[in-house]
């Protein structure tokens, strides 16, 4: 009886086995079925942008207007940005004393402005 059961369980074990193995193998077959879709989709997408946005400039060329230029298409303004007012007057700083580099000179415009043009925003100063 002993030997029986164990051949048994043997038998279940190997066919467990068997059906685990075959399940990960869908799955790794699935997965890389699904990244070969993503990367096609991928591709079909810039495909699609470029002939839009050829079709969009040959519309614009057609109707005779231009693009604005790429500067002006500009969305936001850097938030770690000097303040333009500070700018000024380190530029000012810089030409009364070209000889200083840029730690000195940023000392200096602590000093004098009594305002560091690194840590504007971050103080609100």
Known sequence: MG???RAAMATLLRWHNRGCFF????LLWLAV???EHRRWVAGRVKRWE???R????????ARGTKKPPRFARRRFRPHNRTPDEIEIQ???LHVE???????QLGRAAERVLAASPWR??????
Do not use: E, M
């Open 90 to 92: 380190v530029v000012r």
């Open 54 to 61: 050829r079709v969009y400039d040959a519309w614009v060329d």
């Open 3 to 5: 030997a029986y059961r």
């Open 120 to 125: 504007a925003r971050r103080f609100g100063r």
């Open 33 to 35: 079925a699904v990244d």
């Open 23 to 26: 399940r990960i193998q869908v």
């Open 50 to 52: 470029r002939r839009v």
């Open 97 to 103: 004393h070209p000889a200083l580099g840029a730690g």
